[in-house]
């Protein structure tokens, strides 16, 4: 059991909140850069690892969430890369999911869904409850093209494994021109025929890939307009706590949300901040700035003085980010990879 940092919670810590007075209350925490898939828009095929002695321990990464969920964090992700090839990752999710009534309201997972056979059971016992399942097309020979080393077969048997095991699942896909755009509407048909929320993100500019960003571009402006041929899109205010602007759907009665990180920014309401599996905070996605929280551990400052270093970041948040893509700069917004960030 990694129960032992939350005994050191201070229950007088105020909430964290940034200069522009917006409430830091949700944690993205990436397990690790490793992944079992290779996606065209988010890596390359041959990538380069970070090496193991690199890596935060599971008992580090359980520190620095206790001190956020004691600073007033009340949904925390694992992400990754792919955060279910993580070595003993249930130990955490157990911990932490001990943790909801506590403090923390929510514990979820981002997957690309390959290994949710495996573990749907176990991650429901723990108490997750919902999970986000990456998916961008029901194209076998396409989503092998996607993921370079991905099954979709596999997938789609974990998707129903989680379900059966009572997990909420929400399809993610991004965007991609003149790959997938096509298929949306029948992929939209299909997750809300199966109970499933959708999502369509646009591509973001992270880290050097071998295509060029700016021929997977496709604004999700354009992606809307289309589904307005065929479908009629209702407003709602539905909120995840994440950066999705949610519609409903009133021929499928599902849900539908958009992640438009360039042509709408999400940047007014963010609440999110996020930690690396290196132990880098991010306080913006699309910008450089970062607080290196190893370095505080490894300095042996727990409690109170963690929590002050947290607060130090927090105070530099910025208003938004820099994202763009044009034909003048295709290559990355920011260079860390989104694997390395954990979306």
Known sequence: MLDKPFDKINKDSSPL???????????????TDRCDFRCVYCM????????KADVLSLEEIETLCASFINLGTKKIRLTGGEPLVR????????????KIGSGLEEL??????????????????????RVNVSIDTLNPELFKKITRWGDLEKVLNGLKSATRAGLKCKINAVALKGVNENELQSMIEWAHNEGHDF???ETMPMGEITEDRTD?????????AKLREKFTLTESEYKTGGPARYVKIEETGGRLGFITPLTH????????????????????????DSANLRKELQQGKTGIE?????????????????????????????KRHMSVTGG
Do not use: W
């Open 306 to 334: 963690l929590e002050e270093a947290i607060r130090e970041a927090i105070s530099r948040k910025p208003k938004g980010h820099d994202f763009e893509i044009s034909r003048r700069s295709s290559g990355p917004a920011v």
């Open 108 to 129: 979820t997972l981002t997957t690309n869904g390959s290994q949710l056979s495996r573990f749907s059971e176990q991650l429901y016992d723990y108490g997750v409850r």
């Open 199 to 201: 999502t369509v993100i």
């Open 87 to 98: 070595k003993n990752v249930l130990t955490l999710i157990k911990s932490l999911g001990s």
């Open 265 to 288: 920014n999400f940047c007014e309401s963010c609440n999110r901040v996020r930690l690396t599996c290196t132990g880098m905070l991010y306080m913006c996605l699309g910008q450089d």
């Open 216 to 224: 997977q571009y496709l604004p999700l402006s354009m992606v809307r």
């Open 44 to 51: 390359a095929e041959n990538m380069t690892f970070l090496p």
């Open 17 to 31: 909140i940034d200069p522009f007075g917006r409430a830091i209350s949700y944690l993205r925490v990436s397990l």
